[in-house]
């Protein structure tokens, strides 16, 4: 079983893509508390640079990245960690 990745509720494409790549897959607002990584489109930091995610599960910033890099980025993430 493929690690969960919690995913900003805004990318739909990423999250479709991360599950066509056998990832477990839940959106952001239902918790982030045993993803393996989270991803946020980049939005989700304040003006300040405070996140509103804390977490010791890596987040990647999806900003300026296309769906593959995203996912190249979750499973070069996981990697590490495994």
């Known amino acids: 079983m ?34 393996a990584a989270i991803v946020i489109s980049g ?9 509103d995610i804390v977490s ?3 987040v990647i910033d999806a900003s300026g990245k296309d769906v593959n890099e995203v996912v190249a980025d979750v499973e070069r993430v996981v990697r590490l960690q495994g």
């Open 2 to 35: 493929q690690p969960l990745i919690a995913v900003d509720d805004k990318m739909g494409s990423v999250k479709r893509a991360l599950q066509d790549s056998g990832y477990d897959v839940q959106d952001l607002s239902r918790g982030w508390e045993h993803a």
């Open 56 to 58: 010791k599960a890596p």
């Open 43 to 51: 939005l989700d930091e304040d003006f300040l640079g405070i996140q």
